[in-house]
Structure formats: structure tokens, C-alpha cells
């Protein structure tokens, strides 16, 4: 699965929050997925990301995709992580087409 820049830093910053404690294999699940969301320092030079405060940047021309291969355990840990955000109502318009490629419609309907 590729994912860009946006998508990543997005990750690497709901990730955490969204699972601060589980089980011993998710939480390893999950430090493995968090270094591989992360950025080398190649990919930090060449595509120019800057911090500044809280805001990051990036030359959205010069940035490529990651294809990532993430197991069920890491999937999940997706999932749940989008479903949080869709629960805190912190979802934006810029995470629907990590939502479409995780196959994450939105809450269950009640009653399921």
C-alpha cells in the first residue's frame, strides 16, 4: 500500500494516542509500525520537511509515495486508530483517502 507524506505524519501523530495501552503484540505491532511510517534522513533532505512549531511542511513535488506491506495486527491498529479520530470528531477532509484505502466507511451503524 502506498502512502504519502500527508498520510504518514498523520499517522505517526494519531498512532500513539489513539493506543497507549494494549496487549504485548500490538504494542510491538505498533513500534514496528511507527518506524516504518517514519522518515529517513534522505527522504527528510530530498523532499526539503521542515517543522516549524506544530506546522510541517514538505515539497509536495519532490515527495514520493512509501508502499508499505502491513500485516492484520498493523491493519488493525489503522482501523482503530481512524475510528478514534472518527469518534473525537478529529477526522479531516485530507485523511478520507487514507480512510478509502483502509476500507474505513465510518462508524457502525447502531443496532450492528
Keep these: 500500500m502506498d502512502l504519502t507524506v500527508y498520510e504518514r505524519i498523520a499517522l505517526l501523530q494519531v498512532l500513539p494516542v489513539a493506543h497507549q495501552h494494549g496487549s504485548f503484540i500490538k504494542q510491538k505491532t505498533l513500534l514496528g509500525l511507527i518506524?516504518?511510517?517514519?522518515f529517513?534522513?534522505?527522504?527528510?533532505?530530498?523532499?526539503?520537511i521542515q517543522q516549524e512549531g506544530e506546522r510541517?511542511?514538505?515539497d509536495e513535488t519532490r515527495a514520493e509515495p512509501k508502499a508499505l506491506e502491513l500485516g492484520p495486527v498493523a491493519?488493525?491498529?489503522v482501523l482503530?486508530?481512524?475510528r478514534w479520530l472518527d469518534e473525537q470528531e478529529r477526522m479531516d477532509i485530507g485523511l478520507l483517502p487514507l480512510c478509502e484505502k483502509f476500507g474505513y466507511t465510518g462508524p457502525p451503524e447502531s443496532g450492528e
Design 35 to 38: 518506524g516504518d511510517l517514519g
Design 40 to 48: 529517513t534522513e534522505h527522504e527528510l533532505i530530498a523532499w526539503d
Design 56 to 58: 510541517i511542511t514538505w
Design 75 to 77: 491493519t488493525g491498529l
Design 80 to 82: 482503530d486508530a481512524l
